[in-house]
């Protein structure tokens, strides 16, 4: 007679279960036959395995643990969500054990502050995770405060510690992106004349050719030039990016980092005479996001292969990278969220009243443009193998091979380009807008 033993132990990951008769043991539920062939460690189970039998004859039961087993893995999962206009949202992490817990598991969380602001942007948290046994997933909620404000992707930190139980901590730190989902106006054209039939450069109206572009909109009713050609609304930044005390002033004279359009919101890198950001450098188009570049992710190009000063990789990933790095990772003019522009962002820099060969662009306020095209953020949905470009020598939209060397222009702020709003992507480096806690060195520009 056979008789089940009432206890089972594991020595590492092996189960095994043991019963009273001296020739038949059952390891991972099946049955092992005593054999004179078995290898030494084979035998060695099963002479523990009898020895713990005869204590179960002889005391009547045993009980006991030699080793657990691989312990589950606690980790949290980044989170994003559509920031809103009104309200509060719920941002929300996920996080797992890989396997059930098999007795009670707790682990600390706490929220801290990226670029997004607790009491500002959202309400921080913390508090402690509690894993009942059997249980594999918990949720930590974040209320979001919803806002108007045309700004960059908001991010924040929730970090897990202080686990205690039977199970390891595994990925600790989650990033929550805040989507922005807030669009600001339109650019006007910047043409202030009219046309007929035959003649441009008329003076408005002109008969039989009414409801013309300089009739309409911010160029008919905000046509100085103080801040910018008729309609457009420019600022220059200093290099602490904050706005010139006097903005009539000349970039020889006083240069200046960034511009901020007041229609869009957008911070608009400006480009200098020579170094990293010099206006003769150009950059072969690559980015390894397959969520962004359409399944070809361009050329890693060398150096030489693009023709760019400032000692990187002549990519327009790289650039990013470089400018986000300045001054000891401050970025430039104070901000390191800086990304490629979309084509419709570029395309709100045209000044439509600039004539070919252009550039077709306020050149008060971004002096060292090139006329020449400019590398967007979008690859070309009918050939993945080009994205698109805006050339400033006639302001159209055109599309390029990515192995090609052209312009870039950053830009900072307003919705992201690139992924949808709630498609979170982990971000190691994650960029911090600091300002107020810099030098004027670190802010300073090349």
Known sequence: MRMQ???????????????????????????????????????????????????????????????????????????????????????????????PARDTVTVDYASHDGNAL????????????????????????????????????????????????????????????????????????????????????????????PGQDRELGRDSSEGDDSDGHAGFSFTKLDINGQPLAEQSVEYRDQPWGCVRDNLTG?????????????????????????????????TLTTSTQGGCQGGIRCTTGAYVEAVNALYGGHGLCGYNDWRMPNRVELSSLVDYSKKYPGPTIDMVYFPNTATSSYWSAISFAFDPQDAWVLSFYNGANDNHWKINALKVRLVRGGPSPYRKPGMPQMDEKLHLVQRTDQTEQQRGML
Not at 179 to 196: H, K, M, Q, S
């Open 5 to 99: 033993f009432p206890c089972k132990f594991s020595i590492g990951t092996l189960d095994v279960k043991l019963f009273a008769s001296p020739s038949a043991y059952v390891m991972n539920n099946r049955p092992v036959i005593r054999n004179p062939t078995a290898s030494k460690v084979g035998r060695g189970i099963l002479v523990l395995a009898a020895a713990c039998s005869t204590i179960l004859i002889l005391l009547g039961g045993c009980s006991g643990s030699v080793g657990r087993g691989q312990p589950p893995v606690a980790s949290i999962s980044d989170a994003g969500i559509d920031e809103g206009d009104a309200g509060l949202r719920i941002l929300r992490f996920e996080v797992k054990l890989t396997a």
């Open 118 to 209: 607790s009491k500002a942007d959202y309400d921080p948290v913390a508090g402690s995770l509690i894993f009942r046994a059997g249980e594999a997933s918990k949720t930590i909620d974040v209320v979001v405060r919803s806002d108007t404000d045309i700004e960059s992707v908001e991010t924040l930190v929730v970090t897990l510690s202080n686990l205690t139980g039977h199970a390891d901590l595994g990925r600790a730190t989650a990033f929550g992106h805040i989507w922005n989902d807030d669009y600001g106006p339109l650019n006007d054209t910047g043409i202030t004349t009219c046309a007929d039939g035959v003649h441009n450069d008329l003076t408005c109206p002109v008969a039989g050719f």
């Open 266 to 298: 957008l911070i608009w890198e400006v480009k200098t005479a020579r170094g990293l950001r010099g206006t003769d450098n150009a950059y072969v188009w690559y980015d390894p996001d397959a969520a962004n570049n359409g399944g070809v992710a361009g």
